[in-house]
């Protein structure tokens, strides 16, 4: 890459590298890897686009646009991509949050406010004997050092209700329920994942947007065996197996194979934890899921089918196409 004479310059020619090299949206990813190297974002990067390109960041710069027009995605690359407008730390043991998630916690967030109006369960606050919360000694905390025995904080017991428990199933770097922690802050929120590596990257997001989520390391609902959950809600694997050569390189050699596989059909996930509700003292009064194209009908099957919710509701994405499923008792 030649000497840039403006950071404007820099940009329309690292632009035009990466279409050669077949890079989608050439232009956005130019600008975010700029803006990450300059430490420049919004109206500074703007008014800076017209001065020299600073030659100590240079080698930096030739760096990044090299990795990603090798196919390494932006936000690995800063290590960071924002989700509900709170900046998640991302690594490759994670899949990166897509702006379609968004939509299934905000779905999730307006029927708890309905089933739920003061934000808490409708039972008694429980005591020493009841056996509804995890073992604190089994729970991963959100950080080294920190608690993990009340998240979501003060719960305002003191009205005789007792919190609701909503857990985030794959949680990968816990955009769903560190959102969730900081929207609907009297909740106990919880979350799982099978990957080491992905939960501690949650842990660092929880502990840097100040929220109180209890990991665990499990597969699905295991790790909840036993225990009272009012609110599920996953995004779990659904891509099919032998769909995943044909995705995109970014996602196909890059993002982690344990996030996208969904065995066969792309619906063992959903059906493992259908199975899996036994193990909870009782079904969640909310559920909702996120899926793939074409997922959603017999998705909704599977919620029927258990018999726990007597409302299925699908919602599509911006696109118009069927993205998330929930189901609810009322």
């Known amino acids: ?53 600073p030659a100590e960041r240079q080698k930096a710069w030739e760096e990044v646009i090299s990795r990603k027009a090798a196919g390494e995605p932006a936000q690995y690359i800063i290590g960071e991509q924002e989700f509900y407008g709170i900046p998640f730390q991302v690594t490759p043991a994670v899949l990166i949050p897509r702006p379609e998630t968004e939509l299934l916690v905000e779905a999730v967030l307006q029927q708890a406010e309905q089933l739920w109006p003061q934000g808490q369960g409708a039972g008694r606050v429980p005591g020493p004997a009841d056996a509804e919360l995890p073992d604190r000694e089994a729970v991963r905390p959100a ?53 080491a590596d992905a939960l501690r990257v949650a842990e660092r997001n929880a502990e840097a947007n100040g929220t109180q989520v209890a990991f665990e390391e499990g597969n699905l609902l295991e790790p909840f065996a036993g225990r009272r959950v009012d609110i599920l809600v996953s995004n779990p694997p659904y891509i099919p197996a032998a769909d995943i050569p044909g995705l995109q390189p970014e996602v196909r050699d890059h993002e982690p194979r344990t996030a996208l596989d969904g065995g066969a059909d792309g619906l063992a996930p959903y059906r493992i934890m259908m199975q899996q509700l036994p193990l909870l003292q009782e079904p969640p009064r909310l559920i909702g899921f996120e899926l793939g194209i074409g997922q959603a009908g017999e998705v909704a099957d599977l919620l029927r089918q258990a018999g726990h919710w007597d409302e299925i509701m699908i919602i599509p994405d911006l696109a118009g196409i069927d993205r998330h499923v929930l189901g609810v008792r009322r």
């Open 143 to 195: 950080a080294q050092g920190r608690a993990a025995a009340a998240p979501g904080g003060d719960t305002g017991a003191a009205d005789g209700l007792r919190p609701l428990v909503a857990a985030d199933i794959g949680t990968g770097s816990g955009a769903i329920a560190v959102t969730l922690a900081l929207h609907a802050p009297r909740w106990q929120v919880y979350a799982s994942d099978i990957s």
């Open 1 to 53: 890459m030649t000497t840039k004479q403006s950071i404007r310059e820099a940009f329309a020619e690292a632009s035009s590298f990466l279409a050669a090299h077949e890079v989608m949206e050439p232009q956005r990813n130019a600008q975010l890897l700029l803006e990450h190297v300059l430490g420049l974002s919004g109206a500074a990067y703007y008014m800076a686009l017209p001065d020299p390109f």
